[in-house]
């Protein structure tokens, strides 16, 4: 069996970025973690995707503690149990879905460590359908090259995430999608908010008040923004260089005489690729 994201599987080579944070890399079958014990979450989470050999399995897998972190280490069922927070899946369970039928179903069990989910609110996890969406409709681009991607995505760590059972909950959530035509690296970033819907659950009140007068403005619930990468580097304070250079919005609107800048996506059509 496939283990690990693959820098390689992309014609153009495209590293599993490192946070400067101390994180220990854990490899799963078609992508990789990289887990900040501190903040019990991933850093960042790398998939690569073969659209042409992806497997729809059905939604099967059982939520485990990943045996190479030590429980208390990791954000497990208490963090999820009787409210109103999903374990969302950082890689999406059905990317590294693909291969031979041993590796397929592993690669799916897989997904469902706890060292692969953060706390999102149901309503931002269930609903979220275009943000779900945006692999979907980059491979359909990707499709008429080489029908892969490589996929980043990741939580924003911030010092003053509202703590939550022993977790501090991460209120904005990012995604890169990368792809090559040609041998050129393309990509694209987006970022979403829950922290309009973060009053579903039974925080402090001090927190809930910082909340709701947070600096700047929670980008709304449901709302998909496709943001410039270098964006998301400041965010995350992730090297991302490579991935900004090849970034698809930062360079169109630069052609335009534009400065880079985010746009809200209503629809995945509107995605700048």
Request: hydrophobic share 40%.
């Amino acid at each position: 069996m496939s283990g690990g994201y693959d820098s390689d599987f992309l014609r153009a080579g495209l590293e599993l970025p490192s946070p400067s944070e101390t994180t220990v890399l854990l490899d799963y079958i078609h992508f990789s973690v990289r887990f900040r014990p501190d903040r019990k979450l991933a850093a960042i989470v790398g998939v690569n995707i073969n659209g042409s050999e992806l497997d729809a399995l059905a939604r099967e897998g059982t939520w485990h503690f990943d045996s190479r972190i030590p429980k208390e280490q990791q954000a497990g069922p208490e963090v999820y149990k009787n409210n109103a927070f999903d374990r969302g899946h950082l890689v999406r369970r059905l990317d590294p879905v693909w291969g031979d039928a041993a590796t397929a179903k592993k690669a799916n069990q897989d997904t469902f460590a706890f060292t692969n989910a953060a706390p999102q609110i149901d309503d931002f996890n269930q609903g979220k359908q275009l943000w779900v969406g945006l692999e979907d409709h980059v491979l359909g681009h990707a499709d008429t090259f080489d029908a892969r991607l490589s996929v980043f995505t990741g939580p924003v760590f911030r010092d003053d995430d509202p703590p939550y059972r022993g977790v501090h909950v991460p209120r904005k959530f990012w995604k890169i999608a990368a792809w090559t035509n040609d041998a050129v690296l393309g990509a694209v970033g987006f970022v979403v908010d829950q922290t309009p819907l973060m009053d579903k659950v039974e925080l402090e009140e001090a927190t809930r008040e910082r909340l709701l007068t947070d600096e700047p403005p929670p980008l709304g619930p449901f709302r998909t923004f496709q943001v410039p990468i270098e964006d998301i580097a400041g965010l995350t304070g992730l090297p991302l260089d490579t991935l900004a250079d090849a970034d698809r919005l930062a360079r169109g609107q630069r052609a335009l005489g534009e400065k880079p800048k985010a746009i809200r996506l209503e629809t995945a059509e509107q995605i700048r690729l």
